[in-house]
Structure formats: C-alpha cells, structure tokens
C-alpha cells in the first residue's frame, strides 16, 4: 500500500491549508483513515481519524479548527485546516489502518 500525501506549506496564523492523502496498491477495503502529526521534539499525536462509515475523532486541540473527511471511492482523505496556529506547525502523516504511513508533508505556520 502506498500512500501519496500532499498540500503541506507554509502559512500565515489565521490561515488555512488542506491535506490530502490518496491510497493505492493491495486495497481491499479500508476502515480507519487519518492524520498524525510531529512537531519539533514532542512525540507523535493523533491529529484526527476517520472510519469508513464517516465516524471521526479529533484532538481536543484541532477541534473546531479542523475538518476530516473521505473520499471511498478514491481511497482518499483529506484534512481541511482551518484557524491555523504556529503551534499547529509539524510534519503532519497520513496513515491507514495506523499500519501503512505517508512519507509526511510539512506545514509551517508564522506568527
């Protein structure tokens, strides 16, 4: 399984980005979805997740802010960030099943 990500840059406090992520190679169905994230010397967190009925779950410090979703058809996922915070600046991974990982796409947000 490869995972394709994409959308990362670099953005001003208050603005917005979107992540996708596209998957392909032996699929036969996916359930979970979603992003991780690390940010300069702190451990990897759980950024949001999404199940293939469209349940999803957030870190209590994106929420509201940010916005999972999914594209089954395309085997993609997305993430629509809003509101962004320098504290939000990581390397941000897509994953599937949390055992197949994106190479990681950096987002960098100035204060």
């Known amino acids: 399984v490869q995972l394709v990500e994409s959308g990362g840059g670099l953005v001003q406090a208050g603005g917005s980005l979107r992540l996708s992520c596209a998957a392909s190679g032996s699929i036969f169905r996916i359930n979970a979805m979603g992003w991780y994230r690390r940010a300069p010397g702190k451990q990897r967190e759980l950024v949001a997740v999404i199940t293939s009925g469209g349940s999803t779950r957030y870190a209590d410090s994106v929420k509201n802010r940010f916005t999972i979703s999914r594209d089954n058809a395309k085997n993609t996922v997305y993430l629509q960030m809003n509101s962004l915070k320098a504290e939000d600046t990581a390397v941000y991974y897509c994953?599937?099943?949390?055992?197949?990982w994106g190479q990681g796409t950096q987002v960098t947000v100035s204060s």
């Open positions: 994953t599937v099943e949390y055992e197949y």
